[in-house]
């Protein structure tokens, strides 16, 4: 099956830096990805969905200068929370998927993140 | 934009009995509804998934059916085992906004041997 990578797996920064977490799609062209919020014991919160080559749609409520995405290429997305807060610790989840309206979206591992 | 209700919250049932798990969705142009189980810190696997032409999908142990017309789908695993324990998420793919999937709140299945 599809294979998603996510990289970091965990990562601890200090509240007011930033951080970047990759998602890849490892063997199959990912023309859609989308990344994902979900806080302990709740469910998954989709937060914006990137095609390739052009700017993410973010959904209401999710500050697009706060979380930087970019879709450079059909395997590689990036999600930058920018001067993370304690708030923002979470666990981030992207997925893939080479047609978004019609095949399955694949899931990345997730990146706990936790800001001091 | 799509709505998803998942019920319950939690459900505990005894090894080899089976377990329901409902979900609601308001989007009646929504065309696809996974359901995915996820463990502890661990991404969702999808366990099975059905599209709005079928009215039921069996894999084994796990079945969804599909009620078009009330707007609901559920999921039944019968024949419990401790490692079906774990939180299950209902989807639904509506028509609108890139497609996206819109998620559930989530159901606790504990399974007591």
């Known amino acids: 099956g599809a294979v998603v990578s996510q990289h970091p797996s965990w990562v601890i920064c200090k509240s007011g830096t930033s951080v970047k977490i990759e998602c890849r799609s490892l063997?199959?062209?990912?023309?859609?990805m989308f990344w994902y919020r979900q806080f302990p014991k709740q469910s998954l919160m989709l937060m914006a969905t990137?095609?390739?080559?052009?700017?993410?749609?973010?959904e209401q409520g999710v500050e697009k200068d706060k979380f930087l995405i970019n879709h450079a290429s059909l395997t590689l997305s990036t999600l930058t929370v920018t001067s993370a807060h304690p708030e923002d610790s979470s666990f981030y989840i992207c997925?893939?998927?080479?047609?978004?309206?019609?095949?399955?979206?694949?899931f990345g591992p997730g990146t706990r993140l936790t800001v001091t | 934009g799509e709505n998803v209700e998942q019920h319950p919250s939690t459900l505990s049932v005894q090894e080899g009995d089976s377990a329901v798990i409902k979900c609601t969705y308001s989007d009646s142009a929504s065309n696809y509804f996974p359901w995915y189980k996820q463990e502890l810190g661990k991404r969702p696997q999808l366990i099975i998934d059905?599209?709005?032409?079928?009215g039921e999908k069996k894999d084994q142990r796990i079945a969804v059916t599909l009620n078009k017309t009330a707007k609901h789908f559920s999921l039944h695993i019968t024949e419990t085992q401790p490692e079906d324990s774990a939180v299950y998420f209902c989807a639904a793919r509506g028509t609108q906004g890139a497609q996206k999937l819109v998620f559930g709140q989530g159901t606790r299945l504990t399974i007591n041997p």
């Open positions: 059905i599209r709005s032409n079928v």
């Open positions: 997925s893939a998927s080479w047609l978004a309206g019609v095949g399955e979206q694949y």
């Open positions: 990137s095609n390739e080559g052009s700017k993410a749609t973010y």
């Open positions: 063997d199959f062209q990912a023309t859609t």
